[in-house]
């Protein structure tokens, strides 16, 4: 069986992540990149689509864990009738290729283990052939390589490799696999004391920078590693979460792949690394976008493989039987296709909040400002696709619509823009501020309602709109933003959390969507609702898995996290919120 969502902890190494279950087993891997094909997808059907378990052979009567202080090192401890075992799992913050070291420690007793390596690329397909050597075996496939240095015999065979041992109290056994391009010479066996003390110093080290405030400090410390954990530490980009497929509807059909990057993410992330001390992080996320969207504005992607690509063909794994049944199981994303009006707000928007943080312009994003200026001038008006990525139903959603009014308010507002613009661009966009203004405040604002609507001229709720204060479009304390909010609260909450849009109550309902609560909480802030916004906080955080991650989304009738894990976006809230209700920050749609 597949186990739950809520069962899986993150290891890393800034280059892809793993997914280690509470069982001892690595359920998901993709190699070499974070977008790579997966070579283990057990998470995405069985153990026939790919694992390497380590874990005794016996019952086990208890099973705790936990990151080794503030680090992405994962420490399970195993308990059986005859002892309790430790395994230790992390992935090498180096400059070699990736590699998985697991170490098994007994901590009483003698018990015995057993491991089952199963590496099946191309997401849980192909098998590899094996080959021992002493101390250890290779297992390649096409261009991929794996190699395996293990403390104990292996047995070979079918694409598998098994070995059974026994830990005492006080031994230490270290396996370690290592990914290495087929054509290229088996990976040494690696000196894994010293990569633990280095990648144990790593992380200590870049979360020591951070000055915690003393309400939610190990919350926002284990959200800031994670999403540490999903940028890439070559290229700066940050994917939305580590795994795909995953469902935000249980069974049901709603199965992305969020290992990419997102353009809507970046004033988020901005936002989050900045107010959390992490300028360097943040130049080099602003620097990403600036690679990613090089080209005509219109022909820009919502969203881009980590290493800049455009191409994300979508199709369906059908040879994985889904988590939980959950199919289709996609790979790529077709959204990537999708004209969304708002993202283009949100980079100039991104532009302004590392401006206003101290991070100096260049006369490359001033140009791409301009550009995009140009654009949105011929542009705002157009249907797209709204926030959540609908498909099929173009329109001119309210809160795409409030985008592109903050991106063109950002630039009529900036010196360094007016200086760069001239005159003549500038008296066009001030004059084209007011209108998309006004536009959107009679045609997206439903005065029956009494709250603004989802797309113009409609009645339909949705939680994006609780993003129009935090934007800057209208105060807090508005009548129409206070409707808007009283609405979403009255109309659009389950379980004390907030669903993006209205249930359809056909029992195909997704779950309530976390980073909506966030923003709930931020909005009740604004309005002096302080104790309310941290008990709203303080409800998401409580949602974390025993590691601290938290997912996509969580289904309120079953109690459990659904969605990609661990979700950038979500993280991104709970630091936004926790450091906007601890202390002075740099805000969204501040001028």
């Known amino acids: 069986m597949t186990s739950p969502i809520a069962d899986y902890a993150l290891i890393g190494d800034g280059r892809t992540a793993a997914m280690v279950a509470r069982n001892g087993s690595i359920d998901f891997l993709c190699l070499p990149n974070f977008d790579s094909d997966a070579c283990f997808a057990a998470m995405l059907g069985d153990q026939g689509n790919g694992c390497w378990q380590i874990a005794p052979t016996g019952f086990v009567t208890a099973v705790e864990r936990r990151y080794r202080g503030d680090t992405l090192i994962l420490e399970t401890d195993h308990s059986t009738d005859s002892g309790a075992v430790r395994v230790t799992d992390f992935m090498p913050w180096h400059d070699g290729e990736p590699m998985v070291v697991r170490i098994v420690e007994g901590l009483s007793g003698e018990v015995e283990m057993a491991s089952l390596l199963r590496p099946r690329f191309d997401y849980g ?8 050597f002493d101390g250890g075996l290779c297992a390649d496939a096409g261009s991929h390589q794996l190699v395996l240095h293990a403390p104990c015999a292996l047995e070979a065979a079918n694409g598998d490799a098994r070995a059974t041992f026994s830990v005492r109290k006080g031994e230490r056994l270290v396996f370690a696999l290592s990914y290495a391009p087929s054509y290229a010479e088996l990976p040494k066996k690696p000196d894994t004391t010293r990569l633990l003390k280095q990648t144990d110093k790593a992380w200590r080290d870049w979360i020591g920078r951070f000055d915690a405030p003393d309400r ?92 800049g690509g455009r191409r994300l063909q979508e199709y369906e794994a059908t040879w994985l039987k889904g988590h939980g049944g959950a199919k289709p199981v996609l790979v790529g994303n077709a959204a990537s296709d999708q004209t969304q009006l708002d993202v283009y707000g949100e980079l100039i928007d991104s532009f302004h909040v590392g401006t206003r943080a101290g991070v100096e312009r260049t006369p490359r994003d001033i140009a791409v400002e301009i550009a995009l200026i140009e654009y949105l001038e011929g542009a705002w008006d157009k249907p797209g696709a709204d926030i959540w990525e609908s498909r099929g139903d ?8 409030a985008m592109a ?169 709970v630091v936004n919120s926790a450091l906007f209700l601890s202390r002075p920050v740099v805000q969204r749609g501040a001028v």
């Open 394 to 401: 173009p329109g001119c959603y309210t809160y795409s619509q």
């Open 405 to 573: 009014w903050v991106g063109i308010n950002h630039f009529v507002e900036s010196d360094v823009m007016r200086a760069a613009a001239g005159d003549e661009l500038v008296g066009r966009m001030r004059g084209l501020r007011t209108q998309i203004h006004q536009t959107v405040c009679e045609r997206g604002y439903s005065a029956g309602a009494g709250h603004f609507v989802q797309r113009y001229d409609g009645e339909t709720l949705d939680a994006s709109l609780l993003l129009l204060p935090l934007v800057g479009f209208l105060p807090a304390d508005d009548p129409r933003i206070a409707g808007t909010i009283a609405a979403v609260e009255r109309e659009l909450m389950e379980g004390g959390l907030v669903r993006r849009k209205a249930a359809k109550g056909d029992g195909h309902d997704e779950g309530v969507f976390l980073a909506c609560s966030c923003w709930l909480a931020d909005c009740l802030a604004m309005q002096g609702r302080c104790d309310e916004a941290a008990t709203m906080l303080d409800r998401v955080i409580g949602l974390s898995n025993d590691v601290g991650l938290l997912s996509e989304e969580f289904h309120v009738p079953t109690r459990r996290l659904i969605g990609n894990v661990p979700q950038a976006l979500t993280h991104l809230g």
């Open 216 to 307: 939610w400090g190990a919350p926002l410390k284990r959200s800031l590693l994670t999403l540490k954990a999903l940028i890439d530490r070559r290229t700066g980009g940050l994917v939305a979460a580590a795994t795909m497929g995953l469902p935000e509807v249980p069974g049901g059909a709603m199965n992305w792949d969020y290992r990419y990057c997102w353009l809507r993410d970046a004033t988020f992330t901005l936002t989050a690394l900045l107010n959390a001390g992490f300028a360097d992080e943040a130049v080099r996320w602003r620097d990403w976008i600036l690679r990613a969207i090089a080209g005509d504005p219109k022909d820009m992607r919502i969203m881009y493989r980590i290493d």
């Open 125 to 132: 397909r192909v098998p590899p052939w094996m080959r021992p």
